[in-house]
């Protein structure tokens, strides 16, 4: 199996030193940087600039993808366009699983969302919490974005700079709405990067031909 663009990035973000980087990085966040830039972007007034990273974050809601991808790819099969009825599984695939995935780690780590800092004082992981404000960690719009954007990048990699952008913009936005801290966002697209290439990885072994659509 021939590597792509996006295994090459892959193999080179799982590498020992970057691994450790990437968690010390994380963990400064945590202690040093989240507080500090999040009460900084509270104390902005952003004016109109507000609206697009409103518009920007909407980019990151999973329902549109979860819900919409499949109607999609059901209207492309019946109309005969069988490789991009497969392309719009994928990237399915690419948001639906990255997000149970962090569902998961919502509810064990228990991080209380920046809101709860301006109300009570509440910073940190609180651990097994069902409350959705204690669902900080890791970012769900950030890791929809981002599994949507490794997604694409497997399948169209020649706009793969694009994409990042994108998904950098929609992870920015949820730290200036302070809906989430930086840390929240690193390792969202940590996360996404790591699960969509296991998928792609699964999916090549197992399933071909329907790879082969996936690629074009």
Known sequence: MNRTSFDRVFYRMTKPWVVISYGLLIAVSFLYLDKPLTLWCQSLDWGASRVVFKGLTLL??????????????VILHYVKHQTWACR?????????????????????FG?????????????????????????????????????????LWVMIPRYRWFYL?????????????????????????????IVVWGLTYLMQRFTPKFMENVHG
């Open 60 to 73: 990151g809601c999973k329902t549109m993808y979860v819900v919409g991808l499949p109607v999609f790819a």
């Open 165 to 193: 952008a994108l998904g950098v913009a929609v992870g920015l936005s949820r730290i200036v709405l302070l809906q989430h801290y930086l840390s929240d966002v690193l390792t969202a697209a940590y996360l996404a990067c």
């Open 88 to 108: 719009t599984w994928f990237l399915w695939l690419c948001v639906g699983v990255p997000n149970a995935v962090a569902g998961v780690l919502k509810i064990i």
């Open 111 to 151: 991080r209380a969302r920046p809101e709860l800092l301006f109300k009570i004082k509440a910073y940190g992981f609180q651990w097994m919490q069902l409350d959705h404000a204690y669902h900080s960690f890791p970012s769900g719009h950030t890791i929809t974005i981002m599994g949507l954007v490794f997604g």
